[in-house]
């Protein structure tokens, strides 16, 4: 295997310059972002004080909703009628 002499030639103007590049690109894409989360924040607030049932009360409302159904389909269950274990019921 020969030694060869070639050298590895790295423009560090360019790779600065791309660099620079980069970090703006990533400051502008932050700020962006964090503008875009203060909107839909401001815009979330607004859509809820706009309700008369706070989301909380919902939620609450929904889970008792669910706790009622889960007891009726439970004693609908347990108060259907067995059928013969031999398929005659059917």
């Given at each position: ?6 050298s590895f030639a790295l423009n560090t103007r360019l790779l600065k310059a791309g660099a620079v590049l980069a970090g703006t690109g990533l400051v502008v894409a932050t700020v ?59």
């Amino acid at each position: 295997m020969t030694n060869s002499s070639a050298s590895f030639a790295l423009n560090t103007r360019l790779l600065k310059a791309g660099a620079v590049l980069a970090g703006t690109g990533l400051v502008v894409a932050t700020v962006g972002a964090g503008i875009a989360g203060f909107a839909l924040s401001r815009a979330a607030r607004g859509w809820m004080q706009q309700h008369e049932v706070s989301p909380g009360a919902i939620a609450a409302d929904k889970a008792r909703q669910v706790r009622h159904a889960t007891a009726a389909g439970a004693q609908a269950w347990r108060g259907y009628p067995q059928l013969a274990t031999d398929g005659a019921g059917r």
